[in-house]
């Protein structure tokens, strides 16, 4: 039978007995949801060092990602602190978007065909370029990929790495024996590679500069310079949620364009009585651009006085300032103008 | 509705109540249904069944799959098969799990346990402590244990000593296999037909007029395999493992996951298993020990030929409660990386989106499975009550 007609004869047959409420198919956007509810539900990870992390020295959360989920709630709440975060897994993070659960994700996440289709998710403008890399241990001998050959990698359950190595090993025609190991998280894949189990821990090079910078001796480890696919990692929101979507795609955006700029979350306050029109119609001193996409017209304000810029919210979190010091000058993650590909199409 | 000897009857009331009853469990099971569907399809996700079909790009570290163009073989997995025959190598390797699972925690739980009601103080006392500590804590924290602290700090692979043909490494467990040279794949089915009619054989000869032909019969078995091995020029010889760069060629591997799962499901299960053979033996009447003495038996005797016989009429449907944990418990293999059903699910679900359908799957797939415990063991525990009653 028809699953359609078969769906709908089970909705009318439960009308019918009176034992369902109508079902809420004309919901509310997210973004009503959120406002009223006074917080934002935020989808995160606490296992990737300098992207969603439970920092052991501080308590808290900290991380690129979780920085997001702050911007997001100081755009639409105008308070960076009015956040829940919602620690996920590789596995369960598009279903947390899916059932509700979390109003937006930002869990280092590959933007993809298959998710952008049959997963279901909206994906947010690109955050972080990033590509599959190789943690190897120094006294293994490891000097490219190549050696690796026949030998045991292992990377997280569910994530696009999985599959990229599954093509990479039919691709190359390496030894079928080689054996690919996956573990539910990134803390039990690191003391796999630690006890020796694995000959590789292989997942986006970003993550991987971070377990080594925070491994007990970070010289016993080396972060090959291969890099085997393009992850381009993005935040995302359900699908079918228009006005939330097309939101939150501007607020990330936002960060980048306050870059460019040169709008810190220093300077503000000058730049507010800055006589460029374009500045005065980002920062809503001019315009209705908040107001069309359902934010306060101040929103960029609240979010970039809060957060800093996306450079801001780079170096605090991964910079060369950072244990993980991740290089940005002239890498992908550059603004366009200095040559690399963070860009935001104009705020007009 | 059998009331059992007594006057009762039902009302029409009664009957209306019944009806009724079956009719609201009907009904929350539809309305349960249409939610999922109504919530589902809200969110744009149609429940659709077409990615089994599907390449499912993987690369699953190991296990074997069917080959669906020829369903009577096991082959090894590559990712250009489909995902529902990577859901197949998972549900291999859950059952191969389950089923050494069920044998080995059997055979343990049954020594500690007969250990647990020896008069021997010190046996009794190790056996009571194994028991306290393992029913004492959580099966998942214990699997971490096995895999971290145990197999994952044996020697790794270039400096492990070869003992008799055993490699004991980080890399996996390796032990001599038999092999057949140069090439006798059917060795294998060749092996479980022989058994099979062996057992036959043995089954039918049991008739005190038939009993003449049982030996006879074992024998033309056996010269059978002679002849086979003579005129195929000695195809059969033992394969012992070499140890590589990374794991070792030859003989028969058993990997880090594989090893410290059923490490933990045959400890953790044979804890329990040991608790009810004590709880079983404990219920035969003392008076049957008294009686055994009386003819002159000695204790392991008396425990052989009349106490255990008696017990295991009161152990087995306990028992089955404990087959049916141990065949679900197998799932908590994810958390070391073995790719069991419900680890290869979420990979699957994972790459295709599918988790809804996928679970399904999973959950028949358990059900079906534990049904085929309870039915296995229903029908032994049957015999076990037919011969009693004899």
Same mark, same amino acid.
Request: aromatic fraction near 10%; proline fraction near 5%; hydrophobic fraction near 45%.
């Given at each position: 039978?028809?699953?359609?007609?078969?769906?709908?004869?089970?909705?009318?047959?439960?009308?019918?007995? %009176?034992? /369902?409420?109508? &079902?809420?198919?004309?919901? *509310?956007? !997210?973004?009503?949801? +959120?406002? #009223?509810?006074? @917080?934002?539900?935020?989808?995160?990870?606490?296992?990737?060092?300098?992207?969603?992390?439970?920092?052991?020295?501080?308590?808290?959360?900290?991380?690129?990602?979780?920085?997001?989920?702050?911007?997001?709630?100081?755009?639409?709440?105008?308070?960076?602190?009015?956040?829940?975060?919602?620690?996920?897994?590789?596995?369960?993070?598009?279903?947390?978007?899916?059932?509700?659960?979390?109003?937006?994700?930002?869990?280092?996440?590959?933007?993809?065909?298959?998710?952008?289709?049959?997963? %279901?998710? /909206?994906?947010? &403008?690109?955050?972080?370029? *990033?590509? !599959?890399?190789?943690? +190897?241990? #120094?006294?293994? @001998?490891?000097?490219?990929?190549?050696?690796?050959?026949?030998?045991?990698?292992?990377?997280?359950?569910?994530?696009?790495?999985?599959?990229?190595?599954?093509?990479?090993?039919?691709?190359?025609?390496?030894?079928?024996?080689?054996?690919?190991?996956?573990?539910?998280?990134?803390?039990?894949?690191?003391?796999?590679?630690?006890?020796?189990?694995?000959?590789?821990?292989?997942?986006?090079?970003?993550?991987?500069?971070?377990?080594?910078?925070?491994?007990?001796?970070?010289?016993?480890?080396?972060?090959?310079?291969?890099?085997?696919?393009?992850?381009?990692?993005?935040?995302?929101?359900?699908?079918?949620?228009? @006005?939330?979507?097309?939101?939150?795609?501007?607020?990330?955006?936002?960060?980048?364009?306050?870059?460019?700029?040169?709008?810190?979350?220093?300077?503000?306050?000058?730049?507010?009585?800055?006589?460029?029109?374009?500045?005065?119609?980002?920062?809503?001193?001019?315009?209705?651009?908040?107001?069309?996409?359902?934010?306060?017209?101040?929103?960029?304000?609240?979010?970039?006085?809060?957060?800093?810029?996306?450079?801001?919210?780079?170096?605090?979190?991964?910079?060369?300032?950072?244990?993980?010091?991740?290089?940005?000058?002239?890498?992908?993650?550059?603004?366009?103008?200095?040559?690399?590909?963070?860009?935001?199409?104009?705020?007009? | 509705?059998?009331?059992?000897?007594?006057?009762?009857?039902?009302?029409?009331?009664?009957?209306?109540?019944?009806?009724?009853?079956?009719?609201?469990?009907?009904?929350?099971?539809?309305?349960?249904?249409?939610?999922?569907?109504?919530?589902?399809?809200?969110?744009?996700?149609?429940?659709?069944?077409?990615?089994?079909?599907?390449?499912?790009?993987?690369?699953?570290?190991?296990?074997?799959?069917?080959?669906?163009?020829?369903?009577?073989?096991?082959?090894?997995?590559?990712?250009?098969?489909?995902?529902?025959?990577?859901?197949?190598?998972?549900?291999?390797?859950?059952?191969?799990?389950?089923?050494?699972?069920?044998?080995?925690?059997?055979?343990?739980?049954?020594?500690?346990?007969?250990?647990?009601?020896?008069?021997?103080?010190?046996?009794?006392?190790?056996?009571?402590?194994?028991?306290?500590?393992?029913?004492?804590?959580?099966?998942?924290?214990?699997?971490?244990?096995?895999?971290?602290?145990?197999?994952?700090?044996?020697?790794?692979?270039?400096?492990?000593?070869?003992?008799?043909?055993?490699?004991?490494?980080?890399?996996?467990?390796?032990?001599?296999?038999?092999?057949?040279?140069?090439?006798?794949?059917?060795?294998?089915?060749?092996?479980?037909?022989?058994?099979?009619?062996?057992?036959?054989?043995?089954?039918?000869?049991?008739?005190?007029?038939?009993?003449?032909?049982?030996?006879?019969?074992?024998?033309?078995?056996?010269?059978?395999?002679?002849?086979?091995?003579?005129?195929?020029?000695?195809?059969?010889?033992?394969?012992?493992?070499?140890?590589?760069?990374?794991?070792?060629?030859?003989?028969?591997?058993?990997?880090?996951?594989?090893?410290?799962?059923?490490?933990?499901?045959?400890?953790?299960?044979?804890?329990?298993?040991?608790?009810?053979?004590?709880?079983?033996?404990?219920?035969?009447?003392?008076?049957?020990?008294?009686?055994?003495?009386?003819?002159?038996?000695?204790?392991?005797?008396?425990?052989?030929?009349?106490?255990?016989?008696?017990?295991?009429?009161?152990?087995?449907?306990?028992?089955?409660?404990?087959?049916?944990?141990?065949?679900?418990?197998?799932?908590?293999?994810?958390?070391?990386?073995?790719?069991?059903?419900?680890?290869?699910?979420?990979?699957?679900?994972?790459?295709?989106?599918?988790?809804?359908?996928?679970?399904?799957?999973?959950?028949?797939?358990?059900?079906?499975?534990?049904?085929?415990?309870?039915?296995?063991?229903?029908?032994?525990?049957?015999?076990?009550?037919?011969?009693?009653?004899?």
């Amino acid at each position: 039978m028809n699953m359609k007609i078969a769906g709908t004869g089970l909705a009318s047959a439960l009308l019918l007995m %009176g034992l /369902a409420s109508p &079902p809420a198919l004309a919901q *509310d956007s !997210t973004l009503q949801t +959120v406002i #009223k509810r006074g @917080q934002l539900i935020c989808g995160s990870d606490n296992t990737k060092p300098g992207f969603g992390y439970m920092n052991p020295k501080t308590g808290k959360l900290e991380g690129f990602d979780v920085d997001y989920c702050h911007a997001v709630a100081a755009a639409v709440l105008g308070d960076a602190s009015k956040v829940k975060i919602l620690t996920l897994t590789d596995k369960n993070r598009f279903n947390a978007v899916q059932n509700g659960e979390a109003d937006v994700v930002f869990f280092h996440t590959t933007v993809t065909t298959t998710r952008a289709t049959a997963v %279901g998710a /909206a994906f947010l &403008p690109v955050s972080f370029y *990033d590509g !599959t890399g190789v943690l +190897v241990k #120094k006294a293994d @001998q490891i000097k490219s990929i190549n050696d690796l050959n026949g030998g045991t990698i292992c990377t997280t359950q569910g994530s696009t790495t999985e599959a990229v190595w599954a093509d990479y090993i039919k691709g190359h025609k390496w030894d079928p024996k080689t054996q690919v190991l996956t573990y539910q998280d990134l803390d039990k894949l690191f003391a796999a590679l630690n006890s020796g189990r694995c000959n590789a821990m292989t997942t986006d090079k970003s993550a991987l500069v971070g377990w080594k910078g925070n491994a007990p001796k970070p010289d016993d480890f080396v972060v090959l310079a291969d890099t085997i696919s393009k992850e381009p990692l993005a935040g995302f929101v359900r699908q079918g949620d228009t @006005q939330w979507h097309t939101a939150l795609t501007w607020v990330a955006y936002a960060l980048v364009q306050a870059e460019e700029f040169g709008i810190t979350s220093k300077n503000i306050p000058e730049m507010l009585k800055s006589e460029n029109p374009d500045i005065k119609r980002f920062l809503g001193v001019d315009g209705d651009l908040g107001k069309d996409l359902g934010l306060a017209p101040d929103f960029v304000q609240k979010v970039v006085g809060a957060m800093g810029n996306y450079g801001e919210i780079y170096n605090r979190n991964i910079g060369p300032e950072t244990p993980y010091g991740i290089d940005r000058k002239g890498s992908l993650n550059d603004l366009w103008t200095h040559g690399g590909l963070m860009y935001s199409p104009p705020f007009r | 509705m059998k009331a059992g000897g007594s006057q009762e009857r039902y009302t029409l009331g009664d009957h209306v109540l019944q009806i009724g009853v079956v009719l609201g469990a009907i009904a929350i099971v539809l309305g349960l249904a249409a939610s999922v569907y109504i919530g589902l399809a809200s969110h744009h996700i149609p429940i659709d069944f077409s990615f089994l079909s599907q390449v499912s790009g993987l690369h699953l570290s190991e296990g074997l799959t069917l080959d669906l163009s020829r369903p009577w073989d096991l082959v090894p997995f590559s990712s250009s098969d489909t995902n529902l025959q990577a859901l197949i190598l998972g549900l291999y390797n859950t059952l191969k799990v389950a089923l050494l699972g069920i044998v080995f925690s059997t055979l343990l739980g049954l020594l500690v346990g007969i250990g647990r009601v020896s008069p021997n103080w010190l046996l009794n006392r190790v056996c009571l402590v194994f028991v306290d500590l393992v029913r004492n804590t959580p099966l998942l924290i214990q699997l971490f244990f096995w895999y971290f602290a145990v197999v994952l700090q044996l020697p790794a692979l270039r400096s492990a000593a070869q003992f008799y043909g055993v490699i004991a490494s980080r890399q996996g467990i390796y032990t001599p296999s038999l092999l057949g040279v140069p090439a006798w794949p059917d060795f294998w089915w060749a092996a479980l037909a022989s058994l099979v009619l062996a057992a036959v054989i043995l089954r039918l000869t049991r008739r005190p007029g038939a009993r003449a032909f049982r030996w006879p019969g074992i024998a033309v078995i056996a010269i059978a395999w002679g002849v086979a091995l003579a005129a195929l020029g000695h195809p059969l010889r033992i394969d012992l493992p070499v140890a590589s760069r990374f794991r070792a060629s030859g003989g028969l591997a058993f990997t880090p996951e594989f090893s410290a799962i059923l490490l933990a499901l045959v400890v953790y299960t044979a804890a329990f298993i040991a608790e009810i053979v004590r709880g079983s033996i404990e219920a035969v009447s003392t008076r049957q020990w008294m009686a055994a003495y009386a003819l002159g038996l000695k204790r392991h005797q008396a425990m052989t030929h009349i106490i255990l016989p008696q017990a295991f009429r009161i152990l087995v449907p306990p028992l089955v409660n404990q087959y049916l944990n141990l065949a679900k418990n197998t799932s908590l293999a994810i958390a070391i990386g073995f790719p069991d059903l419900f680890n290869v699910y979420g990979t699957v679900a994972n790459q295709t989106g599918r988790s809804m359908e996928g679970i399904l799957i999973v959950m028949v797939a358990y059900l079906a499975l534990n049904w085929l415990i309870s039915l296995v063991m229903n029908l032994y525990n049957r015999r076990l009550m037919a011969q009693g009653a004899r």
